[in-house]
């Protein structure tokens, strides 16, 4: 069978990739040294290359990106979740490399790089007098306003911030083509169009959970997977006297940060609160911090994606 993901755990001299077709089904695990891999590379057929983000995985990801791959790199905080336990090695790493990536919701780099190339671009500029607000929408900006300075700028202050803005249009394109493929993914899989009727849950969110939860049965009761995500209170209480501390924060983080996000907007705006349940949000503003309450939302999401998923109804929203 042709494959159709590789995970490839990258090293000075010997490398290991791990290669699996479209059912999941390991075609191939091997040890590479360095001068092998552009040429195990160079015969396969295209198809998705994971890396770990890591000093020398740029270089990588170009070098196989021009052999027709699609080359994603993976943050090795999500990578470390598929690492089978009692077996740390190459290539388990490079199986868990795999398995990362063929993960639709998983998040790619890109948008902290992107962050980091645009918050370089403004420090070079204030050095110069020119202030940027912040805000993801102000990043075009940051190519015209280097424009209107250039001519007083050094030529070495303009080489490097034209090369930074050089990579931002790059990253742009990027994370350009990996959302137009999350929404696409949204919209033909069934159980990301159950999610996307709950309040504030978009494709991101939306196919982050469908990916990962597979069979949302394995928990007894929303409750129990709110308490698998980390969203309830960590409990040491003894003899009878009940002691609540603050989340567990257990579980797969990148959900549990996901919920949160969304449930901070639910909290911030009246009408996306009256659509799960106004009086009761309300309420919790009365009597707690924003943040305590934005969790307290996001548990009754992970409740409700719970209930979604396993009985296969539409939301629907709380009566105003």
């Keep these: ?4 993901t590789i995970g490839l755990d990258l090293a000075k001299h010997v490398f290991h990739v791990h290669v699996s077709d479209s059912a999941g089904n390991t075609l191939q695990s091997k040890k590479l040294s360095r001068k092998d891999v552009l040429p195990f590379f160079g015969v396969l057929s295209p198809c998705v290359v994971g890396i770990e983000a890591c000093a020398s995985g740029h270089y990588w990801a170009r070098e196989i990106r021009k052999l027709g791959h699609d080359v994603r790199l993976i943050s090795p905080s999500y990578v470390k979740p598929y690492v089978r ?19 639709p919701g998983e998040p790619a780099v890109l948008v902290r790089q992107r962050t980091m190339v645009a918050c370089a671009i403004r420090a070079h500029l204030a050095e110069y007098g020119l202030i940027i607000p912040q805000g993801r929408h102000r990043i075009n900006s940051l190519a ?18 034209s090369t930074l803005i050089t990579q931002l249009g790059e ?17 033909n899989h069934p159980v990301c169009r159950l999610l996307a009727s709950i309040p504030r849950i978009g494709p991101i969110t939306a196919t982050a959970f ?8 394995a928990f007894r009761s ?3 997977f709110a308490a698998w995500l980390g969203l309830t209170p960590r409990q040491n209480s003894s003899g009878g006297t009940c002691r609540l501390g603050g989340i567990t924060k257990q579980g797969d983080r990148y959900l549990r940060h996901l919920l949160v996000l969304g449930a901070r907007t639910v909290v911030r ?4 609160r009256a659509t799960l349940d106004g009086s009761w949000v309300d309420g919790l503003l009365e009597r707690r911090r924003t943040m305590v309450v934005a969790v307290a939302v996001a548990n ?5 994606i719970w209930a979604i998923m396993t009985t296969g109804e539409l939301f629907r929203s709380a009566k105003i």
């Design 269 to 272: 705006y009246p009408k996306a």
């Design 210 to 217: 469908a990916a990962t939860i597979p069979n949302p049965s």
């Design 1 to 4: 069978m042709e494959p159709a």
């Design 85 to 103: 336990r009692g077996a740390k090695n190459d290539a388990a790493d490079a199986a868990a490399i795999c398995e990362a990536v063929s993960r």
């Design 171 to 187: 990253l742009n394109t990027r994370i350009g083509e990996i959302d137009d493929r999350l929404v696409q993914i949204h919209r």
């Design 300 to 304: 009754k999401l992970a409740r409700i």
């Design 144 to 161: 015209i306003a280097f424009e209107e300075v250039r001519e007083a700028m050094p030529i070495e202050a303009c080489f490097a911030i």
């Design 222 to 224: 929303g409750g129990e």
